[in-house]
């Protein structure tokens, strides 16, 4: 007879117990990803993002969003923060280099209990 598998930890008791999980899962993700606070800033930025970009964390943590990503739309008209998210739109960024790409992008506001960004 074989011992029962253990339960699967839950991500909160996993993130309790290890902190450092949710970092390596974001930065092992295949998909560019950053995030800015409420005031537009960026508060993270993982490899794939330095890589699609040319710009490494280092440089755009704590600048507004368009620092790292010089997205032509969201220089026109940015309304994630009114609509509350973007569903795989099509935008052009300038990458560091000065070249431009065309990306899909999905975005969502993050709320606390209090609804708060």
């Known amino acids: 007879m074989t011992p029962p598998s253990p339960e ?5 008791a996993l993130l309790a117990r290890d902190p450092e999980v949710l970092e390596r899962f ?3 993700l295949g998909d560019a990803l950053y995030v800015v606070d409420a005031d537009q800033r960026i508060v ?7 890589r699609l970009t040319g710009y490494a964390a280092a440089e755009v ?3 507004p969003c368009l620092s790292g990503v010089d997205c ?4 026109q008209a940015c309304r994630l923060f009114e609509t509350g998210s973007v569903d795989d739109a099509r935008i052009t960024i300038k990458a ?3 070249h431009l790409l065309h990306v899909r992008k999905s975005a969502f506001v993050l709320r606390d209990a209090e609804g708060g960004i």
């Open 26 to 28: 974001l930065q092992t």
């Open 8 to 12: 699967p930890l839950a991500l909160p």
């Open 44 to 50: 993270y930025w993982n490899r794939q993002a330095e």
């Open 72 to 75: 032509e739309n969201c220089r």
């Open 96 to 98: 560091r280099e000065g």
């Open 61 to 63: 943590l704590g600048k």
